[in-house]
């Protein structure tokens, strides 16, 4: 088990692996989602996490962090990959599934911010703590977002009605 600047290392590595994954399932998922408003939000996720991940592994540095995949950063990684190789033919259904996972990605990455915040504070780094609490509400809003738009694509599923594609 992990502790003291181990510990936070490895939240920094896994941190960052989990950044990576969702850097490239939003960027991947963005060029085949049925929906213009999908492929849009997106793409918004990709320039986001991409902008968070610079940042992760610039403040990783500090501990020794390289974004090694452990136990939960693997797991989600692998389960990107293969929902992602699924959603590749633009299916709507298999789509639908990628985007759950890259979403359960930010929500895993917004809880994660969250104790690095604390963990900030702990050691007295204010700017440490700043930096997690805004990567913290940033990664909220790209999921709540991104949330919604997975609601909109479960109808047109639902619905079986034929998505109005973006060229």
Request: aromatic share 2%; proline share 2%.
């Amino acid at each position: 088990m992990h502790t003291g600047q181990e510990f936070i290392r490895h939240e920094f590595d896994e941190a960052i692996a989990v950044q990576q994954s969702i850097v490239d399932g939003a960027g991947e998922l963005a060029q085949v989602h049925p929906l213009p408003d999908g492929k849009k939000q997106l793409q918004a996720v990709a320039r986001d996490a991409e902008r968070w991940l610079k940042r992760l592994k610039k403040r990783g540095q500090q501990f020794g962090a390289t974004g090694e995949k452990e136990d939960v950063a693997g797991a989600i990684d692998k389960l990107a990959k293969k929902t992602l190789k699924s959603a590749r033919g633009g299916e709507p259904s298999e789509v639908y599934e990628a985007q759950a996972v890259i979403l359960n990605a930010l929500r895993k990455q917004q809880d994660s911010a969250g104790a690095v915040v604390k963990i900030a504070r702990s050691l007295k780094d204010k700017q440490m703590a700043d930096e997690a609490s805004e990567m913290q509400k940033a990664t909220k809003s790209s999921a709540d977002d991104l949330s919604k738009d997975l609601a909109k694509l479960a109808v047109v599923i639902a619905k079986d009605e034929a998505p109005v594609s973006a060229a």
